[in-house]
């Protein structure tokens, strides 16, 4: 399977902290993307990474990957309580996505 | 900003029944795609469609779904006889193509909460 996996699965952080969370894959990927999901709510996309690239910026988010060790991670900065969440990373091998379980990080006010 | 919508939001069944999900994906994108999430569990996908055609499927896409490009606008996916195991949020997405074979993000919309009894 070429399915995301993150880790942790959950994770809880006070407000004004960073929150950051991994993903590993296990075969060649186009690009690898995250998502963020609200409780029983659509999947929004937050950032694509492409297999050629090392590092992206937006915003307060920021992401890596290291296709010699198949793994990505995200992070955010000065997590806020609206970022309250699930986030999945999905790998996208040209033809479908792959999403992993997520991780479900709470924001503390 | 341009988005994926989909109708119904929620959808009520009864086992047996065929049900009809749609979805009007972004204006210029070319390639759309469903996804299903059973309650606690992951984003599953279904099938992806490109060109009239479907381009990949899952194991879970068998001869009870289809899907289908009515128009210039909309894209359907059709359970015939719904089982109970097909209760789930239902995604459509959609996405361009940036250059031969290459996709870009895909955007999903707000889902279809099925619910067969």
């Known amino acids: 399977s070429q399915q995301g996996e993150e880790d942790p699965q959950a994770l809880s952080i006070q407000e004004g902290e960073n929150a950051t969370m991994n993903c590993s894959y296990k075969?060649?990927?186009?690009?690898l993307q995250w998502y963020r999901q609200n409780s029983g709510r659509g999947l929004v996309h937050l950032i694509l990474i492409r297999s050629n690239e090392r590092e992206k910026h937006s915003g307060r988010l920021r992401v890596t990957l290291d296709t010699s060790k198949k793994s990505s991670s995200l992070l955010i900065t000065a997590s806020r309580a609206a970022d309250t969440a699930s986030y999945f990373c999905a790998t996208d091998d040209g033809y479908k996505l792959s999403f992993g379980a997520g991780t479900t990080v709470t924001v503390r006010a | 900003e341009p988005e994926v919508t989909q109708t119904p939001s929620h959808q009520v069944t009864q086992m047996g029944q065929e049900v009809i999900l749609r979805c009007v994906p972004i204006?210029?994108?070319?390639?759309f795609y469903w996804y299903r999430q059973i309650l606690g569990q992951k984003v599953e996908f279904l099938v992806s469609f490109y060109n009239n055609e479907i381009s990949e499927k899952s194991e879970i896409f068998d001869d009870q779904f289809s899907v289908e490009r009515p128009d210039g606008s909309n894209f359907t996916l059709k359970i015939r006889s719904t089982k109970l195991e097909d209760s789930a949020m239902y995604f459509c997405?959609?996405?361009?193509?940036?250059?031969?074979?290459?996709?870009?993000?895909?955007?999903f919309g707000p889902g279809t909460r099925l619910t067969v009894l």
């Open positions: 075969t060649s990927i186009n690009n």
């Open positions: 204006s210029n994108h070319l390639y």
């Open positions: 997405a959609s996405s361009v193509e940036i250059d031969r074979g290459r996709t870009d993000t895909q955007y």
